[in-house]
């Protein structure tokens, strides 16, 4: 029929006629040349096997064999096509097999896109792999009244005709209700014919009650031949995908770690609310999709880390100091997850980063703590044994060196309890208190304690008394209070000038000899509290030095609450 050249001629899909003895290609049409780029000489001198993939081959050859065992003439399948330039193409065959006339026809469309369509759903729920039932298509034409020249098979099961279709209008299908929609869709028609030109629409076929995507191509005649796909199902999926992103997004919202997508070369693709926010921009968005952000000290070795996992397709987590909207950095532990395909290929990478910065900085305290403790509780034993002997060297009764030393005992734990308050204690009761806890009251003849009132913040307390400490420790030990003509001045002032205001302290021993060597041989904990803790935790500016009469150490501290400036002896 000429009706059935016109669409072997116009049909977008790929029709083929071939040998049932050899499966020889006898007739393509045009578009199968077109889709595959072959011409048709050479689809002509080869089996139409030879140009299926090689993984599908056999599975095609069964699902035949099994069809025209049950005596069954035709047959659905999908593979993958060979195209000239190399690459394939995922098809839909129905295969009609005539074995009397030694022919095989056979209707192929691409499903590429529908492949697509299922890849991306599957990938965005990431749970499930989603299949998508195939979906018929159709083709009718018409004449310049509307009336049906012809209809595939397909085309009268879509519209759920029982009854032949050609030689009836198009209206005569359409109910009441579904008239003024119907009148709609017309009118896409309409203008196809009026101005000649193939138009590519979806709209609602109020014949078939189903979503359709439609080529309509004018005809000679003045009618029309209009070849459409049931995208009902596709709507549905790709309305389901967005359902599924605006979900993700919702949860993303809830969570405080800050989320991120990437392509499998690591290109941004998506961030979370909670990204933006911290960066002040989308990662997709920020020059070199946001590496420049890493603190200098971690950079190369995480940006090695992650990219040999994008090339080994394995997780990773790493800890590192990330830079803020505000300039400051904070310490996130970043993990990273590859999604596979079906294939097991890397489809995306998507990336978590967990604030650790509070984590970290407790554990530093805890380390400190630690060390501290040990430290301290050493000794404290040496201070016992010193409170004790020195005690006992001055107490002419046994009940005498009883008071005393209980009293001094008393002084060595109002130093401890001054480091659990958490609250701003004034520098001067922290130096006395420290002092008298090693037995060196305020009335002393050997001590000046000098400077005006200062409350430290409680985050400051802990260290410098620890400091103070050290200082009195090593004093005893080996300076000021460990000779005769030992003295000891700590004097502080303060600096309001700054922003915020500093405290300047100095501890000064006088008339100490002095042994041989300027400098002792190691670096015990004290010095390094003084020289190495102290700026990093407080940001002090330290110096120890031993001069001709004995240990000199200033440190100036940033304080936030600084007390009045008044000078008291």
């Known amino acids: 029929m000429p009706s059935l050249d016109r669409f072997f001629t116009l049909s977008p899909d790929l029709l083929t006629v071939a040998s049932w003895t050899d499966g020889r290609l006898m007739r393509v049409n045009p578009a199968t040349c077109q889709i595959l780029g072959w011409s048709e000489a050479e689809l002509l001198s080869r089996p139409f096997l030879e140009l299926i993939h090689p993984d599908d081959r056999d599975r095609v050859a069964a699902v035949a064999a099994a069809a025209l065992a049950a005596g069954q003439t035709s047959i659905r399948e999908e593979h993958r096509i060979l195209r000239k330039d190399g690459s394939y193409l995922w098809t839909e065959w129905h295969d009609a097999c005539f074995a009397d006339e030694d022919l095989i026809y056979a209707t192929g469309r691409d499903i590429t896109e529908r492949k ?109 031949s209009v070849y459409y796909q049931d995208i009902t199902e596709r709507n549905h999926m790709e309305e389901t995908l967005r359902a599924s992103q605006a979900h993700f997004e919702a949860v993303a919202r809830l969570v405080p770690d800050l989320l991120w997508r990437a392509e499998p070369d690591g290109t941004a693709t998506w961030s979370s609310q909670g990204w933006c926010e911290y960066f002040g921009q989308p990662m997709e968005t920020l020059p070199d999709n946001g590496w420049g952000k890493l603190h200098p000290d971690d950079a190369e070795k995480v940006r090695t880390t992650f990219e040999a996992s994008f090339r080994s397709a394995r997780s990773v987590s790493h800890e590192c100091r990330v830079l803020r909207y505000d300039g400051v950095y904070r310490w996130f532990l970043v993990r990273i997850q590859p999604l596979f395909d079906s294939d097991g290929a890397v489809t995306a990478w998507f990336g978590a980063s967990t604030d650790i910065d509070d984590l970290k900085c407790a554990q530093g305290q805890q380390e400190l703590l630690i060390a501290e403790l040990q430290h301290r509780t050493r000794n404290l034993l040496g201070v016992v044994r010193s409170l004790a002997t020195q005690t006992l060297a001055g107490s002419a009764t046994l009940d005498n060196f009883s008071e005393r030393f209980n009293s001094r005992l008393g002084a060595l734990s109002r130093v401890q309890s001054f480091l659990s308050r958490g609250v701003a204690i004034e520098i001067r009761d922290l130096v006395r208190a420290e002092l008298a806890a090693h037995g060196i009251e305020p009335s002393d003849p050997r001590v000046i304690v000098d400077g005006p009132s200062a409350e430290l913040p409680a985050s400051a307390v802990q260290p410098l008394a620890l400091a103070v400490h050290e200082l009195t420790t090593n004093a005893l030990k080996h300076g000021a209070f460990a000779m005769p003509a030992g003295r000891l001045a700590v004097r502080w002032s303060i600096d309001t000038k700054t922003e915020p205001p500093s405290l300047a302290l100095e501890w000064r021993e006088s008339g100490v000899a002095m042994p041989d060597h300027e400098k002792p041989t190691r670096r015990g904990f004290g010095l390094n509290l003084i020289e190495c803790g102290l700026p990093y935790q407080l940001g002090t500016t330290t110096s120890v030095a031993l001069s001709p009469g004995g240990l000199v150490c200033n440190l100036v501290l940033p304080l936030l609450n600084a007390g009045p400036a008044q000078h008291d002896a």
């Open 116 to 224: 697509q369509v299922e890849a991306a759903l599957a990938a965005a729920q990431a749970e499930r792999t989603a299949v998508l039932e195939s979906i018929g298509d159709a083709f009718y034409s018409v004449d310049a009244e509307w009336r049906v020249t012809y209809a595939n098979a397909r085309a009268t099961a879509l519209l759920n005709r029982s009854e032949p279709m050609v030689g009836r209008r198009l209206g005569d299908f359409v109910s009441n209700r579904s008239e003024v929609r119907f009148r709609r869709q017309l009118a896409l028609f309409r203008q196809a014919m009026a101005d000649r030109q193939q138009r590519d629409v979806e709209y609602f076929n109020e014949l078939a009650g189903r979503w359709v995507s439609a080529r309509i191509y004018p005809r000679d005649d003045g009618g029309l």
